[in-house]
Each structure stands twice: as structure tokens, then as C-alpha cells.
């Protein structure tokens, strides 16, 4: 517990961990000390209020900046009650300014031998910006023990609730700022039984989470830990925060203990299940453990399930679980079994290999299950399978992982309904999430490597720039290119940290070559779109090179065609950079949406051409594109970079249409940075 002195006093500050999980909800807190008539604000506090840390007051002279000068006596009132004996007070206030609405609420912590409050603990709570979130975090906060909230956009996890030992044990990391995916990581290592980790693994990567609570919202999963050698079962419930669909910031993810609640269950229960009246999980997986031949576990999964769930209430969503239920077993009866496991998602077994008896099955499935929707006059329902090929030993649990990584690939087809699984599948999702748990280290021990590809006068064959790329220099040796993980880390918002580290490599680089030979040529770096969303990264780059000393011409900034067309904020970002004398190169021009004519609203520095309209050199409507796609970029004040060429041919064409810069094989393949040198020297 942190304390602070004051008056010659020592008082315990606000509970650190309350503060932190309050801090995103706008909640700020405070301890209020009757006897002295201290208040001490927590850290947040006072720099949301910009008010002082410790107070002596009257009451009623709450900290100044804070209350709208006619309801300061509503909040003496609240004071006088606490001093007055009462266990809690709380009242509506509106911030100094009056704009704001804040609910000011004190409870009583501890009193003296005579029954007067001595230290009382406060609460300031922004009424508008988030108090729907506040009532979601409240929907899970009765029955489960621990509670967290997760940051999508910071990549963050906060505390809003936890027992005693969770904070013994993880208490550092979660002060950390870890990321959710490398805090749940250690969760699964050090808890879950051994058979279901891999499972949790896959169902908690941060892109499964996603996808899950864009489509539902709402998920649980139940599990199995072993704590001082039993078992117990566990409960997670994830909620998604954001009011809008389609949008994930934030989400609240809950545990609870609910072993009694399952032991009950598994005792009362045996193989019915109790919302469809069908056959349950437990049934499907006793008879797997029986069959002795290889055949197929299909998993289902009901598309926007959810929506009659909402519209015409639970019951009937209930109603149409049932029906599925029963369609599958007069399907799947005769030639297999199946359970239904959670939700809206069944399993089944097939004993057969027949690939052809399976389509017939999912199709009549299908057929069945949307007639549901006319039946019932419900909204329109479909169904999606993940299929997957059983082998004898074969864990359940695997199985269904399998199936559903399958499933996941269709989710959002509109061709096909159902998947079979591929090993490969399975080993992207895995390698993908190595690579993310290695990416931190990676950074730290440099095994990032930067290498160039220079860029030649078709004139005189002079190399006049370059182009950084990246490279992943694995712990035995060979080097990952950067089409297996650019696209990854772009997608799980690694990206800017690896942007910056490659912008600062050359900067640095830079410097070297320019105090080693007097010279060198400007060497541009790849942007990514991720990373222009930070507004701060003009300022950022802006100091790097600043502190490095090399003049931002040196380094000029790729960015691709179909960003700097499209977005606002990204141009306004591109700008910025234009003023502080960064060049800006549009990459990929000819790739996607092209349009010279939007370029024209900007004055970029170069556009470069990419390799798919190259190649289309030596073609007579090839020849035409390229010869005016380069007349009008010069027109418009580009200078003009080919991509990706290799031939000679494609050498004189670009010589002869004026083109200004020639990257590709044909001169260079990309270098590392000994070899680089080596030509910046000669
Ligand atoms: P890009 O920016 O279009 O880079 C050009 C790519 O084309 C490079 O692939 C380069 O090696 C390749 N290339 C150049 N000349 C030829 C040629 O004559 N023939 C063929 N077939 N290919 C040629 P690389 O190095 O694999 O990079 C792939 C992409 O990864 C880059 O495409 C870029 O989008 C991205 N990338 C690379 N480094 C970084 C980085 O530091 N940050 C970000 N955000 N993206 C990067
Ligand atoms: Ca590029
Ligand atoms: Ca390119």
C-alpha cells in the first residue's frame, strides 16, 4: 500500500489496482480522512482534475477546478452525511465548467472504537463519456471473481477486479502492461490441464478473440485447470464494450470458478442436454472415445444466430436450437452421432471416410436448417461446417480445434458453407502466434536486419537512392522475408514499433556512411498504413532524425498508392511530413484502386510504378499504359520510379520514356548493409 505525508501525517493513498482498472472508465478516485479532514487523490486523479494530491478542507471545499460553483452545496451535503455517521453518500454535480455530470460517492472504510468514519473512500465518476461501459462491466461483475479489461487499440489488459492470489502471481506482469495475448499465454502454461491447452491457445489469440466478439459480442468458455493437484473447472466470459457493431476497442473478460456448478451438472445431466433436449457434449464425447476406424468430426456453427436471439427473444431462440438438434440427429443417426457443445454450435461424428455421404449430409443439414426460417418466421438463419478427419487416439479436444480452425476460413464466405481442414491451417495459426511471442526479443537483440536495394539512373547507370527493407534473421541463421510477418504485424498492430526501429537503423546508417565516404543517396523506408494512424509519428521521426543528424531528405517516406489516396487523416499525415522536408514516395502505383487524377491533390515528391504494370512492358497496350501513366506523374511534378525490373528491355523502354529511377534485379538484388557500402564506396 502506498502512502504519502502530509501535515506530518502518513495516509494511505487510494487502492492503486481500483484506480488502474477505473482509470479507462473515467472513473477517479480519492480517500477522504474525517478525523483530520485530509482528502489525498489518487495519482489519476490529479492529473484528470489537474488538482493538488493532498487537501485539507472545510467541508464542502471539494479541490477547486472540480465543481460547478452552485452545486458545491450538494457536495457538502455529502460530506456533512459521512461526518454525520452515514455508511455511504453520493449526489450528482456537474464539473466547474458545468459541461460535465459527475457522480461524486464516498463509503465509509474503517471507523474508530465510537463509531465515527476515519478513513472513507471516494469516488469520481464521469456520468456521460462511459457510463454504458461501466453497466457491462457490471453485467459480469456479480458472479465472476476476477475481472480484467482489455485495451484492443493500446494492446493492454487493466484490473478491475481480482482475488489475492491472482495479483501474488501475476500482479507484475499485469502492472507491466503486458499484452492480453502474452498474460493469457502464461495463464495456460502454468493452469490448464494439459489435453485443453492447446485449444485455449488457438481460442485465445488475439485474432480468434476478435473475430469472435465482432460476431457475437458476447463468448464463454468453459475449462480445466489443476490447482494443487485437482482439477477444477473454469469459466470465461467475454464481453465486447463497444455500443457500435463492427467496432472492438475494448472488451471486459471475466473467470469464475465453477466447479460446483459443473460437478452438479456432470452428475444430473449424464448425455442430455438441457437446452436442446437432444443429445450434449458429454455424449458425443464417450461414444468418440468408443470408435475404433477413422472417419469425420464436423463441427457447426449457426450464422447470425444471434440476431433471433435478439429480436425474438430467448425462448425461441431456444426453440430453433432444439429444431437444429433434432435435424442433426435424423441425419447423423444412422451414420455417426453428435452432441450439441455449446451456444449455437453442435459437433458430429461421421463413421465413414466417404467424402461424397458427408456433402449429401451437410447439405441436407443446410436445406433443413433454413427452413427453419420461413417455419418460424424468424430472421434469416444459415449454418457453416468445419470438417476434419478423425484418427484413431486422436484427442476431442484437437479434433474440434481442428474442425473449428477450418470452420473459421468460411465464416465469412457467402460461396461455400463448409471447410475441410488443412495441417497447414493449423501450423499458420501456430507459427503466426510464435512469431508474435518472439517479435519483443527479436526488436531488443537485433535480429531485425535492415538490407537495401538501390536505385539506378537509366541515364548513366549511377545508383541515386535506395529502398530499406526489412529482414528477420532467424535464431538458426536463414532469413525470413517480410511477406511472412509484415502482413501479420500489420494486422496485430506490431507494426509501428517495427517501422520506427527500421527508420531509426537507417537514419543511423546514414550518418555512418555520410562521416565514413562524405556522400551518400537518400534511402527511403516503408510506412505502413498502421503506423500513419499514430498521430504522433511525424513528431517521433521528425526527432529521430533530428537527433541523429540527417536531414530529412535523406530519408524519404514510402507509402502505398491506395493509402494516400483514401484517407484523410493519412494525407494530412503525409502533408506534415512533406513540410518538415521528408519526401514522400507513393508505393505500389498500379496496384489496386489507381488514379492519377487523385494524386494531383498533393504534391508527393515520387511515384513508384510497381512491377505489375513493369511487366506488362513489350506489350503494345502495355507499352501504352506505362508510357502515359509516366507522362502524366512528370506532368503532375513527380519524379518517376520503375519497380521490379529485369530486363534490358524494359531498361531502354524506361530509358527512352524519361522514366527517372530503375529499382530491380536486372541492377540489384536487395543488399545487406556490408554490401551496400561497399557500392556507396565505389
Ligand atoms: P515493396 O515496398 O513493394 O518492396 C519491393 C519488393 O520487391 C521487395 O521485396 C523487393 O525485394 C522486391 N523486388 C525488387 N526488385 C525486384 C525484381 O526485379 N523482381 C522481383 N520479383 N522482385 C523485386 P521484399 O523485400 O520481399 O519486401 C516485400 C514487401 O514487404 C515490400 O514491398 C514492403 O511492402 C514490405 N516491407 C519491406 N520492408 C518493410 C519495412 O521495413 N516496413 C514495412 N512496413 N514494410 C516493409
Ligand atoms: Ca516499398
Ligand atoms: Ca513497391
Keep these: ?7 506530518g501525517k502518513e495516509y494511505v493513498e487510494p487502492d492503486m489496482d481500483v484506480q488502474r482498472g477505473f482509470g479507462i472508465l473515467d472513473v477517479y478516485s480519492f480517500r477522504f480522512y474525517p478525523q483530520d479532514k485530509i482528502i489525498i487523490m489518487s495519482d489519476e486523479s490529479c492529473s484528470k482534475f489537474k488538482c493538488k494530491k493532498c487537501y485539507t478542507i472545510e467541508p464542502g471545499s471539494f479541490p477547486e477546478n472540480l465543481i460547478y460553483s452552485s452545486d458545491k452545496k450538494k457536495c457538502s451535503e455529502i460530506f456533512r452525511k459521512i461526518m454525520g455517521g452515514e455508511q455511504s453518500a453520493s449526489d450528482n454535480v456537474r464539473s466547474y465548467d458545468g459541461r460535465e455530470n459527475y457522480r461524486i460517492s464516498m463509503a465509509v472504510l474503517d471507523k474508530d472504537r465510537n463509531g465515527c468514519a476515519t478513513v472513507v473512500s471516494g469516488m469520481i465518476q464521469n456520468l456521460d463519456a462511459h457510463m454504458r461501459m461501466i453497466e457491462h462491466v457490471q453485467l459480469l461483475t456479480g458472479d465472476y471473481e476476477n475481472i480484467f479489461l482489455i485495451d484492443f487499440e493500446k494492446n493492454y489488459i487493466e484490473v478491475f477486479r481480482t482475488q489475492d492470489h491472482v495479483r501474488d502471481r501475476y500482479g507484475d506482469m499485469l502492472n507491466e502492461n503486458k499484452s492480453f495475448e502474452k498474460i493469457m499465454a502464461k495463464y495456460i502454461k502454468d493452469n490448464v490441464v494439459d489435453e485443453e491447452k492447446l485449444e485455449m491457445a488457438v481460442i485465445f489469440t488475439r485474432k480468434n478473440m476478435e473475430r469472435e466478439l ?57 448425455y442430455e442436454d438441457v437446452i436442446t433436449g437432444g443429445r450434449n457434449f458429454s455424449f458425443f464425447n464417450e461414444s468418440l472415445k468408443k470408435v475404433n476406424n477413422e472417419g469425420f468430426v464436423v463441427t457447426l456453427d449457426i450464422r447470425s444466430f444471434k440476431i433471433v436471439n435478439e429480436i425474438c427473444g430467448m425462448s425461441k431462440g431456444d426453440l430453433i436450437l432444439r429444431n437444429v438438434s433434432s435435424i442433426i440427429e435424423k441425419y447423423v443417426d444412422k451414420v455417426g452421432f453428435y452432441g450439441h457443445l ?20 451437410l447439405e441436407r443439414i443446410t436445406e433443413n436448417v433454413e427452413a427453419l426460417v420461413a417455419l418460424f418466421e424468424i430472421p434469416k438463419i444459415s449454418v457453416y461446417f468445419g470438417v476434419t478427419k478423425w484418427r484413431v487416439g486422436m484427442r476431442t479436444n484437437v479434433a474440434i480445434s481442428e474442425a473449428n480452425t477450418a470452420k473459421h476460413n468460411i465464416k465469412s464466405s457467402s460461396v461455400c458453407n463448409y471447410s475441410f481442414y488443412r495441417p497447414e491451417d493449423m501450423e499458420k495459426t501456430i507459427e503466426e502466434k510464435k512469431m508474435e511471442d518472439d517479435f519483443d526479443d527479436a526488436l531488443k537483440n537485433h535480429q531485425f536486419e535492415v538490407w537495401y536495394q538501390p536505385k539506378f539512373s537509366p541515364e548513366d547507370g549511377q545508383m541515386i537512392g535506395a529502398e530499406a527493407l526489412i529482414r528477420w534473421r532467424a535464431k538458426d541463421g536463414h532469413l525470413i522475408y517480410p511477406g511472412s510477418f509484415i502482413p501479420l504485424f500489420e494486422k496485430n498492430g506490431m507494426i509501428p514499433q517495427l517501422d520506427e526501429y527500421v527508420f531509426r537503423t537507417v537514419c543511423k546508417q546514414q550518418k555512418e556512411w555520410i562521416e565514413r565516404f562524405g556522400k551518400t543517396v537518400p534511402i527511403s523506408i516503408n510506412v505502413s498504413r498502421a503506423s500513419l494512424f499514430f498521430d504522433k509519428i511525424v513528431d517521433t521521426y521528425r526527432a529521430i532524425a533530428e537527433n541523429i543528424g540527417v536531414p530529412a531528405e535523406l530519408v524519404p517516406l514510402e507509402i502505398t498508392e491506395s493509402v494516400a489516396e ?60 506505362m508510357k502515359h501513366t509516366i507522362a502524366l506523374a512528370k506532368d503532375l511534378g513527380f519524379s518517376v520510379t520503375a519497380e521490379g525490373v529485369e530486363t534490358e528491355e524494359q531498361v531502354d523502354f524506361l530509358k527512352e520514356h524519361a522514366c ?22 565505389s
Design 214 to 270: 465482432l460476431e457475437k459480442k458476447i463468448f464463454t468458455h468453459d475449462f480445466r485447470i489443476l490447482r494443487d493437484e485437482k482439477t477444477e473447472h473454469i469459466r470465461i466470459k467475454v464481453v465486447n464494450l463497444s455500443d457500435e457493431p463492427d467496432n472492438l476497442t475494448k472488451a471486459v473478460i471475466g473467470f469464475a470458478n465453477v466447479s460446483s456448478e459443473k460437478n452438479v451438472e456432470l452428475m444430473h445431466l449424464a
Design 660 to 681: 527517372d529511377s530503375i529499382q530491380g534485379y536486372y541492377f540489384s538484388k536487395p543488399v545487406c548493409a556490408d554490401d551496400f557500402r561497399e557500392l556507396l564506396a
Design 342 to 361: 455449446n451456444a449455437d454450435h453442435f459437433i458430429f461424428f461421421i463413421d465413414s471416410l466417404d467424402e461424397m455421404l458427408v456433402n449429401n449430409i
Design 566 to 625: 483514401t484517407n484523410e487523416v493519412i494525407r494530412d499525415m503525409a502533408n506534415r511530413f512533406t513540410v518538415l522536408g521528408f519526401p514522400i514516395h507513393i508505393d505500389d502505383f498500379g496496384t489496386g484502386y489507381s488514379s492519377l487524377s487523385a494524386l494531383n491533390m498533393m504534391k508527393y515528391d515520387t511515384l513508384k510504378i510497381d512491377k505489375s504494370l513493369v511487366d506488362y512492358i513489350g506489350n503494345a497496350s502495355g507499352d501504352s499504359l
Design 1 to 7: 500500500m502506498k502512502k504519502v505525508s502530509f501535515n
